[in-house]
């Protein structure tokens, strides 16, 4: 049985909005940054910055690449300049 850590390539991205009020990613890599106006992650479809009001992460694997947003959802938007890997606080504290 084969074990792999860190193949995020092989997730496949996706967004599922409900309304204005949750979000489902999958095919994230890492987070940024996030607050209660604005969460920022890396997909393995680019950089995809959320903003909105009292945005608060409900769920959120790394492992499994998938992410819930909960809060009254504005803006999404891909950045077009890839974000250095290696740097998150996320990143930091996990790994």
Sequence with gaps: MAY???N???LPHRLELEGRERLQVSGVEDVE???EQCIVMTTNGGTLVVSGEGL???KLSLDGGELQVDG??????YED?????????L???LG
């Design 8 to 10: 995020f390539s092989a």
């Design 72 to 77: 009254r959802i504005d803006n999404l938007a």
């Design 56 to 58: 608060h992460i409900g």
């Design 4 to 6: 792999e850590t860190g």
């Design 81 to 89: 300049a890839p974000a250095p890997k290696g740097g998150s606080l």
């Design 33 to 35: 940054r996030f607050d």
């Design 91 to 93: 990143r930091r504290l």
